[in-house]
């Protein structure tokens, strides 16, 4: 391969990493090194199950995929052996899995990311990590708008019953 090959291909792998990290609901930069052939598997097809997904990327190609992408700030972050977890649909699930993941195994820890756009810590990631997903939010929201209606449903249940009991 010439030079200028070489140049073009890493500046097409540059276009795609910033397009991915410009997409991204969130993104988790983890640490992977140590990570078996059988524990990096068994992770992607965690993450692929949830429609995340995972990439290896160096950190030159990441630093200047983030300049590309208009992201200031995770310099600090791209240090080291990098991978990038990102979901284009879901906030909550990359951390979420990640975070679950690096429970169970030695050798994978979070070291930042974005979370809609915004740059965000370690921290950030597991906080969010042990937030409930849509679907449990959703749960969540439902059933306190139900409360009001339920209870004054069982009021006027209640009422009615002390008035038949009155008349009776």
């Known amino acids: 391969m010439t030079k200028e090959t070489v140049i073009m291909k890493k500046q097409e792998e540059v276009t795609e990493v ?6 991204a609901a969130s993104v988790v930069v983890v640490d992977s090194l140590g990570l078996t052939v059988e524990e990096v598997t068994n992770l992607r097809k965690e993450l692929r199950e949830n429609d995340v997904y995972m990439k290896v990327v160096k950190n030159t190609i990441l630093r200047r995929a983030a300049a590309e992408a208009g992201i200031e700030g995770m310099d600090s972050v791209f240090v080291g052996p990098s991978a990038i977890v990102y979901s284009e649909s879901e906030v909550v699930a990359p951390a979420k899995i990640v975070a679950e993941f ?5 050798h994978l820890s979070i070291k930042g990311g974005l979370i809609e756009g915004e740059v965000s810590s370690a921290e950030d990631i597991n906080a969010l990590a042990k937030l409930p997903d849509r679907d449990g939010l959703l749960s969540m929201l439902l059933s306190v708008l139900q409360a009001p209606v339920r209870n004054t449903a069982l009021a006027i249940k209640a009422v009615a019953e002390s008035k038949e009991d009155d008349a009776a």
Request: proline letters at 0%; hydrophobic letters at 45%; aromatic letters at 0%.
């Open 18 to 23: 910033a397009e991915k990290l410009k997409a």
């Open 102 to 106: 690096a429970d169970k195994v030695e």
